[in-house]
């Protein structure tokens, strides 16, 4: 079974600094997918940005970029410039490719809180 | 627009009641899944289904049951029998194999009076 791991419960930055959430996984699987869900206060989730486990480059997304260290199992995202809307709940999640179903694993979510 | 709704947002319910989530997905997605939220917990997979007439059982089923007669729908079953309820329970579906992440609806909030 799969395992997703954030181990910071709560974060939080200045307007316009930067800020990395961690996220670490256990798998046995070589071919997956990695996801950073952003879930705001509506509680609407909302896909920030994917992954796939066989390619080397680090996926980025206007200024959401993530840091893939597939030996190390470890994910994280780092957001720049960060602004006020950034203010939510972040889950990253786990999905293997080619599996007999589509379950994406979660992490127990790491709140940010961007600060004026 | 295409998406995935849920209803209703809340909903009240009291003890040994059973009471129906609705989840309607015009996206043409064959997978749809269902989800619980708790404070501190994630998101944890009550039941999911990848065709028509078929489900399984995700990591917290007990107490709940769910149908897939038609691919837009898939409607959860909070029963009498689930000690704990009170939570915030998202649909999501999927296209393909999921490659691309899910699409998620808005929730319901369902409490227990």
């Known amino acids: 079974a799969q395992t997703v791991t954030q181990s910071q419960p709560e974060m939080s930055v200045q307007e316009a600094e930067t800020v990395t959430l961690s996220c670490t996984y256990d798998t046995s699987e070589n071919n997956y997918y990695l996801f950073w869900y952003k879930q705001p206060p509506s509680r609407q989730m909302i896909l920030v940005i994917r992954?796939?486990?066989?390619?080397?480059q680090n996926a980025t997304e206007n200024r959401f970029s993530v840091n893939f260290q597939k030996a190390a199992k470890s994910f994280s995202l780092k957001i720049s410039d960060s602004q006020l809307g950034d203010t939510a709940m972040y889950f990253c999640?786990?999905?293997?490719?080619?599996?007999?179903?589509?379950?994406?694993?979660f992490g127990k979510g790491t709140l940010l809180t961007v600060n004026p | 627009d295409g998406g995935i709704t849920q209803s209703p947002k809340y909903l009240f319910r009291k003890e040994g009641q059973n009471v129906t989530l609705s989840c309607e997905q015009n996206?043409?997605?064959?997978?749809m899944y269902w989800y619980r939220q708790d404070p501190g917990q994630g998101l944890r997979l009550i039941y999911y289904?990848?065709?028509?007439?078929d489900f399984q059982k995700g990591d917290i089923a007990e107490g709940y049951s769910v149908s897939r007669e038609k691919k837009e729908s898939f409607p959860l079953t909070v029963t009498s029998a689930q000690k704990n309820p009170t939570a915030f329970y998202l649909c999501a579906s999927n296209w393909g194999r999921g490659a691309y992440g899910y699409t998620f609806g808005s929730g319901t909030r369902l409490t227990v009076v």
């Open positions: 996206l043409n997605h064959d997978a």
């Open positions: 999640a786990f999905l293997v490719s080619g599996g007999s179903n589509y379950k994406l694993t």
């Open positions: 992954q796939e486990a066989y390619k080397q």
């Open positions: 289904s990848q065709i028509v007439n």
